[in-house]
């Protein structure tokens, strides 16, 4: 059969890819050809005005590249996982603490600032009061 396909002319682009793909599947070993039929009919399109047509081949290098990314990451085992939850657990703590001294020196200045324009004001009333001295002596 292989012969067939490759002895005929081929005029076309479209042909010669048609070709292509008829002497790919020939030379198919017979274990992949339920793989091979199977993926003719899971890549479709389930609905819309291309039902039953193939998808396109953007769709196909997303598939393939979302395939690609999940199944060789090594960060997808369960003991990663655990580990990075931990770390991100002891962070987390590391910031809640961060954010309780901060909110306490945040209050202490504040009193600090109370105090130091209560002290202010006292001393301009001294210096008022003393200058309201003077004139009267």
Known sequence: MKKIFESREIKTHVQRKHSDLLIYICNLPDQQIFDA??????????????QGELISAYLQKKAQDFISDSLYKLDNSLCTLKLQ?????????QFKKYKSTTSTQICTLSIQLARAKQAKQRQISKIRAAIHKAKQI
């Open 85 to 93: 939850n931990k770390n991100l657990k002891q962070e987390n703590n």
């Open 37 to 50: 039929s199977s993926l003719f009919q899971t890549i479709v399109y389930t609905q819309g005005n291309h």
